[in-house]
């Protein structure tokens, strides 16, 4: 039984999808002003991995992530590249689109752009004006935080003891224009030189939290399912999704709210900030780390939990990525001298493993022991894989099953190169030659050689294997 942690009621809860079968959801996605940074790609990696697991356990999946391409950072960005809002945002869903593919990060059902449902926006924002839920005020909108019964559950505070400024936007003159200092924007005027659209209320922009209430209904109706993103997104843009969305539907917005944790930078721990010298963008990541490795690295690690980026980590990902290919690799090897059949006893140790995993991963997608379980299988496969006598149906059993179980995480296993490479095999056979006749010298001489070329040779009982290296 596959339960979540729900951020609104603080409590693990059986996940019971509104349609059986099928599972909405919607995550909030970058502004688009600049490259991705590591925080970004840890939101996408960790709630695709959650996808990959809703998909691996038979769910059809309807997954929709936004794109910002409006507000005051795209606009300082774009007259500082002396460009368009609309050239800078194309220039950055292209780079973002590179840099998630590079991650195996499967595309959305929809990737939304708050510029192509302004019409839908300001009819929303209308529709909150009708109700009381908002008013206009010299070009711009907000909404009145008060009026809305239920506003702060989401991210627990009081709504009376909330400090001015919670909308991340405020400033003297805005603070000034508003009723109640925790009224946030839904409209914003705009100003001389700025991108606009006509509305009831003068040329002017949405504000951020309206985008997301718009584009979630429009594709995923009035209550769905799942609603994703960084923890730091519980106040104030979701808690005042929630209330733009309730109080003009009627209805209960979403049935379950996920946050991920933070993602800190080095060995101190650090926030990254450009301030300190550590803002880390993934297409800068990308030029130095194989892509498969940092998917790895931040894919194995509980969505809730804070990630530390460094090196280290870095490092020990590899490392377990490398025996986890090794392991299917050895396997793979072996199948060419397999007898045709199958041997029960180690497959039911390989359903016991499924098993395992898949309580693990219902645990509110705890992918640290659901990680365990793949080692498992792995260590299961490279035991299996040394005996005299291997049965095929078994050996691929076991290494199919690593596929897949990898792949909820983003993994793709590559299959090792053949031994049909005529220079290589006649190599490793003049190496053998050369160990019978005890010409060590020669034979260190060809391993040298073959580690030069990135092949790395393993001696076992049943013959010489060979892989490439990182």
């Not at 209430?213 to 994703?228: A, C, E, N, P, R």
């Not at 160990?435 to 040298?448: L, M, P, Q, T």
């Amino acid at each position: 039984m596959l339960k979540v942690f729900n951020t609104m009621t603080r409590q693990k809860e059986t996940f019971e999808p509104i349609t059986p079968g099928v599972v909405n959801m919607y995550v909030c996605g970058p502004t688009v002003y600049n490259y991705i940074h590591i925080g970004n790609a840890r939101s996408a990696i960790a709630f695709d991995t959650i996808r990959r697991y809703f998909e691996y356990r038979g769910y059809q999946v309807k997954y929709i992530s936004n794109f910002t391409d409006v507000d005051d950072k795209m606009i300082n960005q774009a007259k500082k590249l002396n460009i368009t809002v609309p050239e800078l945002g194309d220039r950055f869903i292209k780079a973002f689109k590179e840099d998630t593919a590079a991650l195996n990060i499967e595309p959305a059902t929809a990737n939304p752009r708050a510029t192509e449902h302004i019409s839908e926006i300001i009819e929303f924002v209308q529709d909150l004006i009708d109700k009381g839920y908002a008013y206009p005020v010299d070009g711009d909108v907000y909404y009145r935080a008060h009026k809305f019964a239920h506003y702060g559950e989401l991210s627990h505070q009081n709504l009376d003891e909330l400090e001015e400024g919670a909308s991340q936007h405020t400033n003297d003159e805005e603070t000034a224009r508003k009723e109640d200092p925790v009224d946030f924007a839904l409209w914003k005027g705009a100003k001389p030189g700025e991108i606009s659209w006509p509305s009831p209320w003068g040329a002017g922009r949405p504000g951020w939290h309206i985008e997301c209430s718009v584009m979630s209904t429009h594709y995923l109706g009035d209550t769905f399912d799942i609603h994703g993103g960084g923890e730091d997104l519980t106040f104030p843009h979701h808690e005042n999704e929630i209330a733009q969305s309730e109080a003009k539907t009627g209805k209960t917005f979403v049935h379950y709210w996920l946050h991920n944790g933070f993602v800190t930078v080095g060995d101190e721990n650090e926030k990254m900030s450009k301030s300190l010298g550590n803002f880390v963008t993934v297409h800068d990541i990308l030029k130095t780390i194989d892509p498969q490795t940092l998917r790895f690295f931040m894919a194995t690690t509980q969505y809730r939990r804070p990630i530390q980026y460094n090196q280290r980590n870095l490092d020990t990902a590899a490392r377990n990525l490398e025996r986890l290919q090794t392991s299917y690799n050895n396997m793979g090897y072996r199948l060419k001298d397999a007898e045709e059949g199958n041997d029960p006893k180690v497959e039911q140790e390989i359903r016991q493993i499924i098993a395992d995993y898949n309580d693990a991963m219902d645990d509110d997608f705890n992918v640290q022991n659901g990680v365990a379980e793949v080692h498992d299988l792995a260590r299961l496969g490279n035991v299996y894989a040394e005996r005299p006598v291997v049965f095929s149906g078994t050996l691929t059993f076991i290494r199919q099953t690593l596929a897949d179980l990898l792949s909820v995480f983003g993994v793709e296993l590559a299959e090792a190169d053949s031994l049909d490479d005529d220079g290589i095999q006649t190599l490793i056979d003049e190496r053998l030659a050369a160990r019978k006749n005890r010409n060590f010298e020669r034979s260190d001489e060809i391993r040298e050689q073959l580690k030069s070329q990135g092949i790395i040779l393993e001696d076992t009982p049943q013959g010489t294997r060979w892989r490439k290296g990182n």
